[in-house]
């Protein structure tokens, strides 16, 4: 791979000029004059080469990786990182970096705050606390240090008394999904709507047919809901996605009173429940109904996406359905990830972690609310202070799919809240997804939106 120790980027100064070197590197990235692969010069030689503070450089690099556009691995340097082509698809995956110059999608974290000295040594802890026969197959419900990690954690995080023996470790929270799906017989499934078309295309593929249950400022209309011909609900109690509404202490009462007298079941998933900012969040439901709600967590909105560790706490009636399913399935996830990850919870790295992207984020959103106030004041946010998004509502009439359109042309990915609904016509709005961008460029994203707009 080439390494590049000098690079021509444009002369700008005073205070623009580290802005002007992360647009020029951006713009070197996508027209391809970087190749992929290619080795930046370290931060320090960039710095005296530019003749600029080494945390400016040390700034935009990171601010490039949290992008897409840049990896950077301690002891291999920043390469240039492969891109797509922009693309319009406000569904489109996570998995792969899109060449957006504001990427507001929603979903992801701050991928550049993950510990990673931390999680390094935690993964070193676990395999030196390994026995040979710990590398053998693993216990298909997961490791047991975790799963007891976990239940104290969610017992004292999200006020859920558990036992190890219920959790059920799996590949995040879509695996989750996928093995209570295969627990079930089939049959149609209430799914919120509006919802991620991910999750109902994902109960379509192992058999269930989806219905979207409307959704208003109080959660899921748990009416609807019993006047459907489903018995089991898919739900974000906690922090509806995408609309950001919390379910209402009286929906709450509704639906665990719906599941009581139909015998039906609730999966709560609880995807982002800790990251609320103005208050405790509220405990999770499955504590209040054990035997009718089955509970879904993973690490992808605290750590990241990449690390696939999830689990399920389903009733006791299909605990030992799903276990089978999931022995079927893998074998179990992989036993040494989940050991650095009980390491992290038990000593204290993973609360530490938690608490400071808490400050983070909370920061993030303020500043995105502020600027959305100050160029776009007829825009109007939706939703508890909470989470890694937030819906913004646009002036009744508006098109939000055309908006989402003159934004992707302008290298803003911000999609249309009318891309999330399954049948329901509801307000046109944008969801912006702010953890994984800095204030300044939160700010400039707005100043972008505005101008396209």
Not at 269 to 292: N, S, T, V
């Amino acid at each position: 791979m080439e390494t590049i120790r000098e690079l021509l980027l444009p002369a700008a100064t005073g205070g623009r000029r580290g802005r002007a070197v992360e647009a020029a590197l951006r713009d070197a990235i996508r027209t391809g004059r970087l190749a992929v692969g290619t080795r930046l010069p370290s931060s320090r030689d960039l710095a005296r080469q530019l003749g600029v503070a080494r945390g400016t450089v040390t700034a935009l690099y990171e601010q490039l990786t949290a992008e897409g556009y840049l990896l950077s691995k301690r002891g291999s340097g920043t390469r240039v990182a492969p891109i797509d082509e922009p693309t319009p698809n406000p569904q489109a995956s996570a998995a792969k970096p899109q060449a957006w110059e504001f990427d507001l999608r929603p979903g992801l974290p701050a991928l550049s705050a993950f510990p990673r000295a931390e999680w390094l040594a935690a993964e070193r802890e676990a395999l030196n606390a390994t026995p040979d026969l710990g590398l053998g197959y693993p216990d298909p419900t997961g490791h047991p240090a975790l799963r007891a990690e976990l239940a104290a954690y969610l017992g004292r995080v999200r006020a859920l008394p558990t036992n190890p023996d219920d959790i059920v470790i799996t590949g995040g929270a879509a695996e989750a999904l996928s093995l209570l799906a295969d627990a079930l017989p089939d049959q149609r499934i209430a799914v919120e709507d509006p919802s991620h078309h991910g999750q109902a295309n994902l109960l379509r593929d192992h058999g269930l047919e989806p219905t979207g249950i409307p959704v208003d400022d109080k959660g899921i209309d748990v009416s609807a809901l019993s006047t459907s011909a489903c018995s089991v609900v898919l739900v974000t109690a906690a922090h509806q996605f995408p609309l950001g509404v919390a379910l209402h202490p009286e929906r709450r009462r509704q639906l665990l009173a719906w599941a009581a007298e139909t015998g039906g079941l609730i999966l709560e998933d609880d995807y982002d429940a800790e990251h609320r900012y103005d208050r405790p969040a509220l405990g999770a439901m499955r504590a209040l109904a054990p035997e009718h709600v089955a509970y879904i967590g993973s690490v992808s909105k605290v750590l990241a996406p990449a690390l696939r560790i999830g689990w399920l706490i389903p009733p006791r009636r299909l605990r030992d359905t799903v276990a089978r399913v999931k022995e079927m399935h893998d074998l179990g996830c992989p036993p040494l990830p989940q050991a650095a990850l009980a390491h992290l919870i038990a000593t204290g790295g993973y609360d530490r972690h938690l608490r400071r992207t808490r400050r983070l984020y909370r920061a993030r959103r303020d500043a995105l609310i502020e600027a959305l106030a100050q160029r776009l004041p007829g825009w109007q946010p939706v939703g508890i202070a909470a989470g890694l998004h937030l819906v913004v509502r646009l002036p009744d009439g508006t098109d939000d799919v055309r908006v989402q359109e003159k934004l992707a042309v302008a290298g803003v990915h911000a999609p249309a809240l009318s891309t999330y609904s399954h049948t329901a016509t509801g307000y046109p709005g944008l969801v912006l997804g702010y953890a994984a961008l800095a204030p300044d460029r939160l700010r400039a994203a707005v100043e972008r939106i505005a101008s396209a707009c």
